[in-house]
Structure formats: C-alpha cells, structure tokens
C-alpha cells in the first residue's frame, strides 16, 4: 500500500488534519512535487523565504491559513 512506514513531517501532519492533499498544494501553490514532498516528509528540511510564501499563497487559495511562524522564520 502506498505510503506505509512513511514519516510525516509537522507540516505533512498538518495537511493531513486540514484534510489538504500534496497536489493541491503543489498546483495552488505553484511547487515542485519534489518541494511539497520534503515539505511534508523532512523535518530537518528548511523552506527559503519565497517558498514558504508560496505555500501560504497556495493554503489562502484554498481557504486555509498556516499559524504563524510554522516553519520557524
């Protein structure tokens, strides 16, 4: 089955809770599969400035808004 054993990283969990999926994201977004999936899945992984206001772009356009500095910036 796809994704068994697969972390989640904070964000990842969230998007699952708001009930976003990863293409969503990357299409309202305007991102990489390749970005949204470390978004989702590596916790060490730390988004420049411009991608993190891609992704609140992207969550407005689907009526979500991220709490304030999620990605610690």
């Not at 054993?5 to 991102?31: M, T």
């Not at 599969?33 to 609140?56: F, M």
Request: proline letters at 3%.
């Amino acid at each position: 089955m796809f994704g068994l054993g697969k972390r989640r990283s904070k964000f990842g969990k969230w998007l699952d809770r708001e009930g976003i999926s990863q293409i969503e994201l990357e299409e309202e977004a305007k991102l990489s599969r390749g970005t949204v999936s470390r978004l989702c899945n590596d916790d060490d992984y730390e988004p420049k400035h411009d991608t993190i206001a891609k992704v609140n772009r992207g969550l407005a356009k689907l009526g979500k808004k991220l709490p304030d500095r999620y990605f610690g910036c």
